[in-house]
């Protein structure tokens, strides 16, 4: 699997939420509204799109299956929006 876009749609000024991203996955598959969010002691994670069910839990739609892809995928995210929030002074 290989990330050949990042896009960042939209960023915040707010405590929680930091950004909205879509990737595109081998120019083939495209992953729309990742979140990036700052956690608990102020780290950043890439949280993926995700709905609430009927029991009011939220669960991911789309997601990495292993700890590795999801480390990967988010180092490109977090790379990719502090490249992104340096270019734009923010």
Do not use: W
């Amino acid at each position: 699997m290989n990330i050949t876009s990042i896009k960042i749609r939209k960023t915040f000024d707010q405590e929680i939420l930091k950004a909205i991203l879509s990737i595109t996955i081998d120019d083939e598959f495209a992953v729309h509204d990742i979140r990036i969010i700052k956690g608990d002691m102020g780290r950043l994670f890439a949280a993926m799109p995700s709905r609430r069910d009927d029991t009011g839990t939220h669960r991911d739609i789309v997601h990495p299956i292993d700890s590795d892809t999801r480390k990967n995928m988010e180092a490109r995210i977090l790379s990719a929006y502090y490249e992104h929030i340096e270019c734009e002074g923010l």
